[in-house]
């Protein structure tokens, strides 16, 4: 197996694009070409500083220090999740609920990955599992962050709605249930796409970094497919107890409405 490898250089070149693409922006005055450079340097970084520690992790193996990044990597996915809704609980729950949710589903996601389909030895080595464990959490935060947004925005928009099902007799089950229902959905449309979209359209990233480091194609395929179904079911599993946790705190045992319990715009 053989591969080619990148100097600074090429990565340079590379990132002069990004430099055109911020100088389109300010000869648009699109206003965003400062985020995008500041995007560009945070990515250099953060990659920069992640290949050291793995490679400092995968030489050591510890099943601590591969629980001690994993945990990391849900934090800040819980943080990210959060940032990305526009109307948030008050205090920590916003943050608790996408973070507990993510740790849950990927956990359970990775764990069932590793101990059956890859089974290394041992189960926990961190050249598999955290990779693994990113590509699920960065997807489920994806599914959680747009299916909790959409159901605090509707419970919002849609009170009276809700409200009135609720006058007429209905329990906050039934006054909710289209809600819920449109939340799930808005949160599995991306994964959804995206393995509509594999293959034909797109040849995902694993896939193609595989097959760049030199492995057979049609290996890199099955290993793609593995990981695509394992996403699929991690963001199902993050999205409905997100989803779930947040209409609980949405509502009270007497089924009322409590938007007092989100943050004021």
């Known amino acids: 197996m053989s591969f080619l490898t990148l100097s600074y250089s090429d990565i340079a070149i590379a990132a002069l694009l990004v430099a055109v693409n911020a100088g389109l922006s300010i000869a648009l005055q699109l206003g965003i070409a400062k985020r995008l450079l500041i995007a560009s ?33 849900v934090l800040f996915a819980g943080r990210e999740a959060m940032a ?37 030895d041992p189960w926990y080595d961190p050249r598999y599992a955290i990779p693994i464990m990113g590509m699920i959490l960065g997807n489920t935060m994806n599914g959680v962050s747009i299916g909790m947004d959409r159901m605090v925005t509707g419970a919002v928009q849609g009170r009276q709605s809700i409200e009135a099902r609720l006058a007429l007799g209905a329990d906050i089950n039934e006054a909710t249930r289209e809600l819920v229902k449109a939340a799930l959905r808005a949160g599995l449309i991306p994964t959804i796409n995206g393995m509509s979209a594999a293959g034909l359209v797109a040849l995902p990233g694993m896939m193609t970094g595989q097959i760049l480091a030199g492995v057979d194609p049609f290996e890199a395929v099955k290993y793609q497919i593995l990981i695509i179904f ?36």
Do not use: C
């Open 41 to 73: 340097a945070r990515m250099v970084v953060q990659l920069s500083l992640v290949g050291v520690v793995l490679k400092a992790l995968f030489s050591v193996a510890s099943p601590a220090l591969t629980a001690f990044a994993i945990i990391f990597m």
């Open 84 to 120: 990305r809704q526009d109307r948030k609980f008050k205090g920590w729950w916003s943050y608790g609920m996408g973070t507990a949710s993510m740790m849950a589903a990927g956990t359970v996601v990775t764990v069932f990955a590793l101990t059956t389909q890859i089974s290394p």
């Open 230 to 265: 394992l996403i699929a079911g991690g963001t199902g599993l993050g999205l409905f107890s997100a989803v779930y946790f947040a209409r609980r705190r949405l509502t009270d045992s007497r089924h009322r409405l409590r938007l007092d319990r989100l943050r004021p715009l």
